[in-house]
């Protein structure tokens, strides 16, 4: 409520300001051009009437018209003569500001086209329409007959245009703020371009700058004394017949064109103005130089005054406006090669980085820097519709919006606010949206909120497109003033964008390429994980293999060994005979042999049917001490030849064991055998078993068995490792052999309930045992 308050409140001191501006300058022309004639030679109020409106007040028209009708109430004319009046001028000014809108001209006057425009538009042509009803209105009610009526418009054209043109461009260029910073503006860019380091050298220092502004009012103030001086002496000169031939009235123009050199379109139209106003002041006081040139004759006087203000105005601006051209066309051609080598380093900074995050912030900083704005940002659209500004740059004294994030509805309305601009724009060119001051443009609510909130007074936006979508949209924002872009700005800016898709689509294929090496790499992982499982599968197979070949070559030697050697000694005491008698017990023991030979085959294709190899044990009471005399039988050659001493010291009286024959046989051979294989010949073995109560409540007793020997003993190491299984695989090339056949004693051991170990010094000798369960397992 206390803002629609505010706004009506600031809108009626508008109207009444722009009221009181017209009715006054009204009255100041009949004040001081009180020459007794039909039409005045100058009309201010119609140069300020267009100058309002090409100001862009909303609504100023009203203004216009009510003080135009006040204005003519008070020179004693009817409500209906004020009323036509106040038409004649307003839709003279509203006819004058559609021309020259729709030309396309700019309020700046800084180029030789928008003075003609003006000069043509404005001048010229506006103020014909207000002359025709003025006229008009004159014969229709009597007050002017009808054969004047070419005079009386021409009066009242020619006042017209020379208020327009002596009023309206001081309007324009003093008090319109895009005008007023105009001047600098085409200078800043190249300013605001250069590194740091050169900027430095183009700015100057403050006492400089101080010491130059000193200067530069010195030389204003001696130009403005000069100024007033000379067009007093020159249009309040008395009338002298001798004086009438010295063109006196030339004088001021040199001091106009010294305006237009030194201080711009700003410093031209206020000389002008000034030399205008001291020309027909000078001739309503009946003196001047234009006067004695009529010889007297006032109208004379005044068509050659318009003449003289209206050549001398036209000429002033079109020399400033040529000025101007030429140094923007100089600071162009500078800006041109500032702006393709500054280009090309920030492009190359853009895309030297591959990182996506890393090229946004570095394309808002870099474009703060070269438009020297006060927020640059970039705003990320979602595949939700939503949009977040991923990107910042910022002066320290304005609000940040990095993280922002807006819904679907302000994405919506900023879309539709560059589609409506692609929609203006041929094909391809990017909807690029320049804004020189925000309050003079509607726009949606959301985005007008956003304005105000950031306090924006001029913004551009432009699109940034990947891959025929809408990345996002790089926003320039200026929040200390409106600011009246360059083309080269924006040119600029959209030179940056482009090198900006470029550097997101170079991003995102660099992503696209490190997401296929990450699975690529993946890939290989995975593979190499089942290579090694195949390693070690094989190394399984690898050790398996070696197992089977060191089984059959131990486990089967023993039988065969000793088969072998029944035959041997068959064959030597029979040297001379084709046919040997073999006893009984001979062949008994060869069957033994193969049998035991075709038990273990049988073991082992069993043992090895699968990965985890088990023992079945074929179980039967039995005396411990016939094993041992089978175990004898079998190595009794073997132990011969070794020299080997075996001493049974096993009790006759023993009670009987349940275990299984073969296997059990098997575990003395392999005691045996190992004892003889690493102790030299001569050893003495010694072979004992006693009953032991386990150290427990049960009544459970064991029969314990030792092997002991002299030999040369082992470590505790050894001890430690010599029933484990050995097998050289690819890990362990440095071992030579396994240890099959102590590691299948402890696997028989162990399946049938029993223990096995080793007790061994070095130089004493080795000492076997394991332990048994009773048949009956009772006392």
Not at 409 to 426: C, G, T, Y
Not at 547 to 564: E, I, K, N
Request: proline share 4%; aromatic share 6%.
């Amino acid at each position: 409520m206390e803002l629609g308050v505010v706004r009506v409140s600031t809108y009626l001191l508008k109207l009444v300001v722009i009221t009181l501006a017209c009715f006054l300058s009204g009255k100041l022309t009949v004040s001081v051009m009180n020459l007794n004639l039909e039409a005045s030679p100058i009309w201010f109020p119609a140069g300020v009437a267009l100058a309002i409106l090409l100001l862009g007040h909303k609504h100023a028209w009203v203004g216009v018209s009510v003080g135009s009708f006040l204005f003519a109430l008070s020179t004693g004319a009817t409500w209906l003569a004020a009323a036509v009046a106040a038409i004649g001028t307003t839709s003279s000014a509203i006819v004058g500001r559609a021309l020259l809108q729709r030309a396309g001209w700019s309020p700046a006057l800084d180029s030789l086209r928008d003075t003609l425009r003006f000069l043509a538009l404005a001048v010229v042509l506006s103020p014909m329409l207000n002359a025709t009803i003025s006229t008009l209105k004159a014969c229709a009610t009597g007050l002017l007959p009808w054969r004047e009526f070419g005079l009386h418009w021409l009066l009242i054209e020619l006042g017209d245009g020379i208020g327009i043109l002596v009023t309206t461009p001081l309007l324009l260029l003093w008090f319109s703020h895009s005008s007023f910073s105009h001047l600098l503006l085409w200078a800043r860019p190249l300013i605001a371009l250069r590194p740091q380091s050169q900027r430095n050298q183009w700015q100057q220092s403050p006492a400089q700058q101080s010491q130059t502004l000193r200067w530069r009012i010195l030389e204003a103030l001696l130009w403005v004394a000069l100024l007033l001086t000379l067009s007093g002496f020159v249009f309040f000169a008395p009338m002298q017949p001798g004086v009438a031939r010295y063109p006196l009235e030339y004088l001021p123009i040199a001091l106009m064109v010294w305006a237009a050199l030194r201080f711009g379109q700003r410093g031209t139209v206020l000389s002008g103005f000034i030399v205008s106003c001291f020309a027909f002041w000078g001739l309503a006081q009946s003196k001047g130089p234009l006067l004695m040139d009529a010889n007297g004759n006032m109208e004379q006087a005044i068509f050659l005054l318009q003449a003289f203000v209206g050549v001398t105005m036209g000429i002033a601006l079109m020399l400033t406006a040529t000025i101007a051209e030429r140094q923007q066309a100089e600071i162009q051609l500078r800006f041109a090669a500032e702006r393709e080598r500054l280009l090309a380093q920030t492009a190359q900074r853009i895309r030297r980085s591959l990182d996506l995050e890393e090229i946004l912030n570095t394309t808002v900083a870099e474009v703060r820097q070269l438009l020297h704005a006060d927020r640059v940002f970039i705003t990320r659209l979602g595949m939700s519709g939503h949009s977040l500004a991923v990107a910042e740059s910022v002066d320290p004294h304005w609000p940040s919006v990095r993280g922002w994030m807006s819904d679907q509805r302000v994405a919506q309305e900023v879309e539709l606010l560059f589609k409506q601009e692609s929609s203006d724009r041929p094909c391809g060119v990017k909807p690029i949206r320049a804004i020189d001051d925000i309050g003079q443009v509607e726009h949606p609510p959301l985005v007008a909120e956003y304005h105000r909130y950031c306090q924006v007074k001029a913004s551009i936006g432009i699109p940034i497109m990947v891959c025929d979508k809408m990345f996002g949209i790089l926003l320039v924002n200026q929040c200390s003033e409106p600011r009246h872009w360059q083309p080269l700005e924006i040119n600029l800016l959209e030179q940056l964008a482009t090198q900006v898709e470029l550097a997101l689509q170079q991003g995102q294929l660099y992503q696209h390429l490190q997401t296929l090496a990450a699975s690529l790499e993946g890939q290989v992982q995975e593979r190499t994980a089942e290579l090694q499982q195949r390693m070690q599968e094989l190394q399984s197979l690898n050790q398996v293999k070696d197992l089977l070949l060191h089984a059959v070559a131990h486990d089967l030697r023993t039988p065969v060994q000793g088969m072998s050697m029944v035959l041997k000694s068959l064959r030597s005491k029979n040297l001379d005979c084709s046919a040997v008698a073999v006893p009984c017990v001979k062949v008994d023991r060869m069957i033994q042999s193969c049998d035991h030979q075709l038990n273990l085959l049988h073991a082992l294709l069993e043992g090895h049917a699968d990965d985890t190899p088990t023992i079945v044990l074929q179980c039967q009471p039995l005396q411990l001490h016939q094993v041992v005399d089978s175990a004898r039988a079998n190595l009794g050659s073997l132990l011969t030849e070794n020299q080997i001493t075996l001493n049974d010291q096993i009790p006759s009286a023993l009670p009987c064991i349940h275990a299984d024959s073969q296997q059990l046989r098997q575990v003395f051979e392999s005691l045996l055998l190992n004892a003889v294989k690493h102790n030299a010949p001569g050893l003495t073995l010694t072979v004992k078993a006693t009953i032991e109560r386990l150290p427990s409540l049960s009544p459970t007793r064991m029969l314990h068995c030792t092997i002991a020997d002299n030999g040369k003993g082992m470590s505790q190491d050894q001890c430690d490792r010599l029933f484990q299984l050995y097998i050289r695989g690819i890990d362990n090339q440095h071992l030579t052999g396994i240890g099959l056949g102590l590691h299948r004693c402890k696997q028989i051991i162990t399946a049938h309930g029993g223990q096995v170990g080793v007790t061994s010094h070095p130089g004493k000798g080795s000492q076997f045992w394991f332990t048994l369960p009773l048949a009956d397992g009772k006392a």
